[in-house]
């Protein structure tokens, strides 16, 4: 395993921004940036030992500065919703910033996604850190976290998180990694089967918002629980699937402890990622409109191209007390862990 560590550019509030490379013996790498606590590749093997880039993400520093889509990006305070930016805690109205139709999404307006962290090389890890100070986008207390991004021999992606803040605060992360196993640059993930362990999902309203129902997959387009086509059901007449018109939704996990949650195949590359993870909640999304005009060496990234599989507690979990709590209490560790294997296997004849 080799790691390296070059400039990436200065960001617009002048920090040297880092790009790092982890490789593995057999030339499989990932590179990670410190502005975002970003993964912006991800090359492995396809079933004839090509190597294909499975992250959609930017050539630059400057493009990451303008997306708006946290391709590859930790985001939090708290990923995903929270219901018309509001929350109480300890008897106290909290205000966020209102940038997701009514909703608070993704820690806000400059989530953690647009901040450059510090970052380290530590044995056969890169460590990414920051301080969010208390009332950044509105959230209480001092936050302390800590991001360790590890590779292996055998192309296992590592994700570990550890936060800790001095007052009670609220605490959601994720990975906001697009996925395409057929390359960065292919035109779609709608022939990619997925299987997911899951027999429940949280139900949506219009805007995306968990309305704090949880519904039984088993006859509906979201059940997940064998694999199929990703094209299969997307397009179906059903009211969850028409509101966005395409998956948006998190699916209530089986596992218990650090298990697997989903498996992501493609036929045509031969290309398997197996995501493991603690959490109890996995945000499946597939965007319905382009996430990007211009990717990665110009690529045009389409409708229906790429899939996020967000790892995660519940969203808009401080208004349904029967969800999972994002509470983070004061001087309390919270801890996280999630992995994506890649593999590979033979063509079905």
């Known amino acids: 395993m080799s790691i390296s560590k070059t400039p990436f550019g200065i960001t617009k509030e002048g920090d040297q921004a880092w790009l790092y490379c982890l490789k593995n013996e057999e030339g499989a790498y990932v590179t990670l940036t410190s502005y975002g606590c970003r993964i912006v590749s991800i090359c492995v093997p396809d079933r004839d030992g090509q190597l294909r880039d499975v992250c959609l993400g930017y050539d630059t520093l400057e493009e990451y500065e303008a997306d708006t889509a946290s391709f590859g990006a930790i985001v939090g305070r708290h990923a995903n919703r929270i219901g018309n930016g509001t929350f109480t805690l300890n008897d106290v109205s909290y205000h966020l910033a209102i ?48 991001v360790i991004y590890g590779w292996s021999e055998d192309n296992e992606l590592s994700i570990s ?7 009670d605060t609220v605490f959601n992360v994720t990975n906001h990694a697009y996925f395409n196993l057929n390359g960065e640059d292919a035109p779609t993930v709608l022939d990619h089967t997925l299987m997911i362990n899951a027999s429940s999902f949280t139900e949506t309203d219009e805007n995306a ?36 018109k395409t998956y948006d939704h998190n699916f209530v996990l089986t596992g218990q402890g650090l298990s697997e949650a989903a498996v992501l195949c493609s036929e045509a590359s031969g290309i398997r990622m197996t995501c ?34 967000e790892t995660q507690h519940f969203p808009n979990a401080t208004s349904h007390p029967h969800f999972p709590s994002v509470i983070l209490k004061a001087q309390e560790t919270f801890k996280t862990k ?7 296997f033979t063509k079905k004849r």
């Open 209 to 244: 918002l968990t309305t704090g129902r949880i519904l039984d997959v088993a006859g509906t387009p979201l059940d997940f629980r064998t694999a199929k086509p990703l094209g299969q059901d997307i397009h179906a007449d059903y009211r969850q699937i028409s509101y966005s």
């Open 338 to 344: 999630t992995i994506y294997h890649f593999s590979t």
């Open 276 to 309: 493991f993870t603690d959490q109890p909640g996995l945000q499946l999304y597939i965007p319905a409109a382009s996430p990007a005009n211009s990717g990665k060496d110009g690529h045009v990234y389409p409708a229906y191209g790429s899939v996020c599989l």
């Open 161 to 167: 998180c550890e936060a800790v803040s001095d007052q």
């Open 99 to 146: 940038n997701d139709g009514p909703n608070h999404l993704h820690g806000g307006v400059r989530g953690f996604h647009h901040y450059n962290w510090n970052s380290q090389i530590a044995g056969n890890t890169v460590v990414f850190s920051r301080v969010s100070p208390d009332g950044e986008e509105g959230y209480p207390g001092n936050l302390s976290v800590r």
